[in-house]
């Protein structure tokens, strides 16, 4: 099989999909990964997400990106911002898969090695001579390491995006399709396809745009986005 540049979006504690995804994918070593963020949260077993791309890290040629639920719980984590609780995100779920999911964010029940991976193993960004890879979206006029990390992390997709000076393709999830569609604006493309909100989880395919869908319950469905 030759090498292939596959974008993973949004997981959001959604380790069944995520399985059935990888199953349907059928990643090798030849291929390389670009995980886009958001693995806890929302979904019923963020634990069970981190304990799988840990495994996926030292298996396959990946890239993770921190998405603003990551990094929120890192710093959190960290003492960098004074959290305790989920309310901030006006969410009313907690971290579920660490304990029973109560708002408490459970510090206590994670587990070294995730830390690890959130804080080490994870980027804010990535980058290749055709593509720019971030959570949230980056300024038009703005290479990626000049960026402000909380605009990488937290700016949602809009019409008024303008296409990266620099030619390059923006790749980012965070910006939830409620469609279940991959959003494909020609010069920036979503692949935020509200897992979190019961709809897909995507993997496409940068060099095929052949792009694989799974949902909570595991279900696959397959398309060509161009
Ligand atoms: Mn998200």
Known sequence: ??????????????????DSLLSAVRPDETDQLVFLGDYVHRGPDSKAVIDRLIQINSTYNSIFLRGNHDITLLEAWQGKIDLTTWEYLADEVGLTGYDSGEMEIPFHAVPEA????????????????DYIFVHGGIPASVNPAEADPDYLYWTKLNSAVRPHESGRTVICGHSSQESGEIADLGHTICIDTAISKEKWLTCLSLDTWDYWQTDPDGNLRTGLLR
Request: proline share 0%; with cysteine.
């Open 1 to 18: 099989m030759a090498h292939r540049l596959l974008a993973i979006g949004d997981i959001h504690g959604h380790s069944v999909a995520l």
């Open 114 to 129: 995730h830390w690890h991976f959130l804080e080490s193993a994870c980027r804010d960004y990535w980058e290749t001579d």
